[in-house]
């Protein structure tokens, strides 16, 4: 079945029908194909003039990667638009794949990972995006520290995940899981890729961000 043409959308509904109900690989085929724009989309649209050199090529490659698992995880039932479910999973590859080159400093990266994993957290508790002033207190650090820390990140801007920004009043897709009573206990220790540490040691004091 080609996909070459521009369908409607009630015709892309009947394809994605008809893929999910036969796995035929043509079908398949034709939506990768149909889709492959998407990829060429993100990557045009990533933040990368202070990267190292990179080919657009490899971006290209890792973005198709994450188009064809977001393809294949597709749910037309559920009455989202393909391209709006696979946009980010297109991005997180592109993004996966330039952190696995290891071109970020590790303590940076450390930072930034527990400054989203905080995030996260407070988002679920307060069922709202957290205040600078809240992230803050959590990372046991000044405003002025999470404004430094922004600063930097914008040396590293594929770092600067959209949900951790300034003024994002967004919210992160597929986070469904509200955790109720959260208490700040539950905040005091967050992974950050070499096991758990505490945000902040009361015994010790200074900032967590200074100490990784």
């Known amino acids: ?6 369908k409607t959308s009630d015709e892309i509904k009947k394809i994605w029908s008809n893929y999910k109900h036969s796995h035929d690989p043509e079908i398949r085929k034709g939506l990768i194909i149909q889709y492959l724009p998407l990829v060429r ?3 045009d649209r990533l933040p990368l003039a202070n990267l190292p050199s990179l080919s657009v090529e490899d971006l290209i490659s890792s973005g198709i990667v994450g188009l064809i698992k977001a393809l294949d995880s597709f749910d037309p039932g559920r009455g ?3 391209q709006t479910y696979a946009i980010p999973r297109i991005r997180g590859a592109i993004i996966d794949e330039l952190r696995s080159l290891d071109w970020i400093p590790r303590s940076l ?3 930034v990972h527990l400054l989203e994993k905080a995030y996260l957290l407070l988002e679920s508790r307060f069922n709202r995006p957290p205040t600078d002033k809240e992230l803050a207190a959590a990372l046991n650090i000044k405003v ?3 404004n430094q820390l922004r600063i930097q990140m914008t040396y590293f801007p594929l770092l600067s995940l959209h949900h951790i920004q300034k003024g994002e009043k ?3 897709e597929g986070n469904t899981e509200k955790s109720k009573g959260l208490l700040r206990i539950d905040i005091l220790e967050l992974e950050i890729g070499y096991g758990l540490i505490p945000l902040a040691d009361e015994s010790q004091g200074g900032d967590l961000l200074e100490r990784i």
Do not use: A, H, Q
């Open 1 to 6: 079945m080609s996909l070459k043409t521009k």
């Open 41 to 43: 989309y993100v990557v």
């Open 80 to 82: 989202v638009k393909f």
């Open 109 to 111: 990266r450390r930072k």
């Open 144 to 146: 002025e520290g999470l």
């Open 170 to 172: 967004g919210r992160r």
